[in-house]
């Protein structure tokens, strides 16, 4: 079974911290269908109007994201949050390329809201996957190399019960074995933000998240919203 939470030592540190979270399963993932590459591509072009010249570190939600990574000892100029990093590839080259159905649900929601979003493939995972601080002996394979890696003490990681790491730096980038694929039919899915108000943005990007999930994917969703006072959904 599925499961998330935040380690209350984290939750200590980040007490701003909101979790929309989607436990998904029965997934049937697909090439995107044209409405839904459509819908993309007009989100895209609204993105850019609305952001203009605005450089993206003043965008309040990337932002907080900055401050968050420079709390725990990153540089956010160097490994930058998955929202920002999306931003920047759609601002500098005016587009972002199709995937599938599920990843660009992701994709769509991160940009019209500049929160991170992600899709966590479950085949791999076991037990309860935590957002915690690192111990520097967890392993972690990224998506595009081939060798594990050992996170930094004290980093910020996603990781399940037998210290597999399918995040590292928060939501800097994930691990070859999450990756959401075309045959996925189990994940999580995460959106979080670290700004003041960051709830009510969560719950309109989970919203929108559920009511795109349904339409073009379909499955058996299991939504929360997770923070101080609730800090785990199974």
Same mark, same amino acid.
């Given at each position: 079974?599925?499961? !998330? ?13 909101? %979790? ?5 399963? $029965?997934? @049937?993932?697909?090439? +995107?269908? =044209?409405?839904?590459?459509?819908? !993309?591509?007009? $989100? ?7 952001? %203009?010249? =605005?450089?993206?570190?003043? *965008? ?6 900055? @401050?968050? !990574? ?8 160097? /490994?930058? +949050? ?13 587009? *972002?390329?199709?995937?599938? &159905? ?10 019209? /809201? &500049?929160?991170?979003?992600?899709? !966590? ?12 601080? &690192? ?9 595009? #190399? ?8 004290? $980093?910020?990681?996603? +990781?399940? $019960? ?17 990756? &959401?694929?075309?045959? =996925? ?5 995460? =959106?979080?933000? @670290?700004?003041?108000? %960051?709830?009510?943005? *969560? ?6 998240? #559920? ?8 499955? @058996? ?14």
């Amino acid at each position: 079974m599925l499961a !998330f939470r935040y380690h209350p030592d984290l939750l200590e540190r980040f007490p701003l911290v909101c %979790g929309g979270v989607i436990l998904a399963q $029965e997934l @049937q993932n697909q090439p +995107s269908p =044209t409405d839904l590459q459509d819908a !993309f591509l007009a $989100e895209q072009r609204a993105v850019l109007a609305r952001v %203009g010249a =605005t450089p993206l570190s003043e *965008i309040g939600s990337l932002a907080a994201w900055r @401050q968050a !990574f420079r709390a725990f000892g990153v540089d956010p100029t160097k /490994y930058r +949050s998955a929202a920002e990093a999306l931003l920047r590839r759609l601002t500098k080259k005016g587009d *972002i390329p199709s995937i599938s &159905a599920l990843v660009d649900i992701c994709n769509l929601v991160s940009i019209r /809201y &500049a929160l991170p979003v992600a899709a !966590f493939d479950g085949r791999a995972l076991q037990g309860t996957v935590t957002v915690r601080f &690192a111990d520097g002996t967890e392993s972690f394979t990224p998506h595009d #190399l081939e060798l594990p890696e050992h996170p930094e003490p004290g $980093e910020v990681i996603f +990781s399940d $019960e037998n210290n597999l790491v399918v995040a590292r730096r928060w939501c800097w980038k994930q691990s070859m074995e999450s990756l &959401a694929r075309q045959d =996925t039919r189990m994940a999580i899915i995460t =959106t979080e933000a @670290q700004h003041e108000g %960051g709830r009510a943005d *969560i719950e309109a990007a989970l919203g929108d998240l #559920l009511g795109l999930l349904q339409n073009y994917i379909g499955g @058996q969703f299991q939504p929360g919203v997770l923070g101080l006072g609730q800090p785990i959904i199974r």
